[in-house]
């Protein structure tokens, strides 16, 4: 199968699982003479990289839109679906902020699935996040676009002309360069979201539309975000693993694409986090938070396919071999667990710790 068709019927594949009112409707797909063409919703409006380019947004608007935008990443990601080219030249406007469509899922990843393998997403102007030209794809990647593509809509310049040593060593992309007249708390939202280090910009769509909006984060406790879940975590030990309600494939090239689902189970004075992995990648019992003395920790149980931690730049491994627990390690506000970790691919799937 050539690499065309691949990405066509991948991507029909995905977009099925997608249910927003900003992301593109799948309706049918056919053959015509052996190739498959997709029937998608007609998107009215604007290409934004037509609209935007040298011709700045109101700034309320532009962050109406990119709230629009934002609602429809944590859509996506809650099927652990990464878009990985989120940009003007992939969104559609209209003259409502309320109206917005987020197009082309033909180089998504759904879990460590891809329409090519070992594909590198790359796009002209610094809106593909510094960790994609290593392979490293993750939902923050998402948010660096989000970003990146405020900034065009609030300058309509790309966001490349104000990121100092992109894509090796970027500065964050800072509005009031190209537009004085932003604010600074619109200002700093593009700055934080268009971080180097993945674990210093937002945790999740709805984190950045809070800070959009002035909203100060109110805390509620250590917790796991998850597949769009926030989890509480109310006992010293928590577990996390596939959901073994789940049959594992025979095939793992066959899984039919399903939106994968978490549920959290008590057990005495402990708590299990069980994800529906389709794939089976996450083994029943992957990884251990462990409350001690008022600090929380983390360790790989001795999975399948490893867990890593990643947090303030650094990248750690934490397993030590299948059926070998490994040791624990500290975790911080914001630390991400790698689990199912690839280095030729990523993380399988990405659960933030937040204080």
Sequence with gaps: ????????????????????????????STYLRGIPLLVMEYAEGTVSEKRFAGRPEDERVAVRRIEKLLSAIDHIHSA??????????????????????????????????RAISGEAVVAFGGYTAPEQYSY???????????????????TGQHPIN???????NPS??????????????????VIKATQKDPSARFSSGKEMMQALEGIQEVPV????EVLGETIPLTASRVLIGRDPSLPCPKDKKFVAKVMPTVKVV???DSMNILIADPYCWISRSHAEILEREGKWFVRDMGSLNRTCLYGEG??????????????PQQLKDKSMLYLAFDPSKGPYLVATFRT
Aim: with cysteine; charged share 25%; aromatic share 12%.
């Design 1 to 28: 199968m050539n690499v065309y068709v691949s990405k066509i019927i991948f991507e029909g594949e995905i977009l099925r699982l997608l249910q927003h009112p900003n992301v593109v409707k799948f309706i049918d």
């Design 80 to 113: 652990n679906v990464l878009h990985r080219d989120i940009r003007p030249k992939n969104l559609v406007v209209g003259e409502s902020s309320e109206h917005l469509k987020l197009l082309d899922f033909g180089t998504a990843t759904y879990f460590h699935e």
């Design 136 to 154: 490293m794809s993750t939902p923050q990647g998402d948010i660096w676009s989000a970003g990146a593509t405020m900034f065009y809509f609030l």
């Design 162 to 168: 104000a990121m100092r040593g992109y894509p090796g």
């Design 172 to 189: 964050p992309a800072d509005p009031r360069s190209y537009n004085k007249d932003v604010s600074e708390t619109v200002a700093q939202c």
């Design 221 to 224: 406790g250590p917790r796991i």
């Design 266 to 268: 008590r057990e005495r």
């Design 314 to 327: 650094l990248l750690t491994d934490l397993w030590l071999g299948y059926k070998n627990a490994g040791k």
